[in-house]
């Protein structure tokens, strides 16, 4: 084992490149900050994940990597480890499994490098630690933790955790007191987009029926998440539903901090496989997931108030982006009233 030295005051993390993933790390960064309460900790993150940590208790500062414009391309990461040379890091550990990311904190020569000995990175760190063969078999959020046992931290639990600005969650409720009157009624998040490929996706169409169900049976209010990307499955949702101001869309009109406030103020949400489901799973929000190609048990919602819908297929998880067997049955056979039974049971255990 490669236990990290004593005595170390600033502390560089490289954070992981999706949502999904820098939520899944939150027990991760929180457990480095146990180990090293006096430390000095920086987290090195993309932009748009950066939110994830901006009202972190546990991380001091936030590097941004901005690969479109002053750290792109193979000039850019000498331009950013120039960067981060001349800001004396005793330590960078890696939650990115990327040989970029050992390559990067060599050339800003930050004496200790650790993290997993994957991409053929090895050679670059100073602490590597091998993977344990069964730790797919696992919730990703063990797959962290057991990286930083294996330098020598005592873990700490295991609970997702994320806290949002208070500027984003006034932006929430305020916006949310627009559509409710401020009247209680149940507000359901609908995130019908992933960013990993169709295959992980529920039909948009399915998702209209869903939320035309919810409002003609309930008094709700539904909030559709996502990017641009998801603009078209939400006009579908709002055509069905027929009615403006029973559907907000936010899609591609909100920061990550917004989104986040307001899915914090959900009654349920219902996701396919996704960063937002693995936010909404932090702030303990009651969850419906949808899976289809991906696997469950590896990446579901990391959450006891979360409900899985699946179809059981041989073919399921294959874990492409597209299906290739050209059926997408297990997404297809999952039938709205499957789904709406998963919703109106947390919405009944929460009246």
Known sequence: METLPEGIQKILIRSTNWIGDA???????????????????????????ADVFRASPHIDRIVAYDKQGRHAGLKGKFVLAGDLRGQGYDAAILLQNAFEAAFITMLARIPVRAGYTTDGRGLLLTHGVKKARDIKDRHQVHYYQEMLQGLGLKPGPDDLELHIAD?????AASSLNQYTEGKKRPVVGINP????????????????????????????????????????????????????????????KTTLGQAL?????????????????????????PTVAIFGSTDHIATGPYSDNASIVRTELDCSPCLETHCPRKHFRCMEDIHVDDVARAVFGHLEKAA
Not at 262 to 271: A, D, N, Q, W
């Open 167 to 171: 500027e984003d969650v006034l932006w």
């Open 23 to 49: 939520v899944m790390t939150t027990p991760a960064v929180r457990t480095i900050r146990r180990n090293y309460p006096d430390a000095e900790l920086t987290l090195l993150a993309l932009p748009w994940v």
């Open 193 to 252: 987009g992933a960013a990993y490929g169709p295959a992980k996706c529920w039909p948009a169409e399915k998702y209209a029926k869903l939320a035309e169900r919810l409002c003609r049976e309930t008094d709700g209010i539904v909030v559709v998440f996502g990017t641009n990307a998801d603009r078209v499955a939400a006009g579908r949702i709002q055509e069905a539903v027929n009615n403006q101001i029973r559907v907000i869309d936010l899609t591609g």
């Open 261 to 285: 406030g307001m899915i914090s103020l959900c009654s349920v949400f219902v996701t396919n496989d996704s960063g937002l489901m693995h936010v909404a799973a932090a702030l303990r929000v």
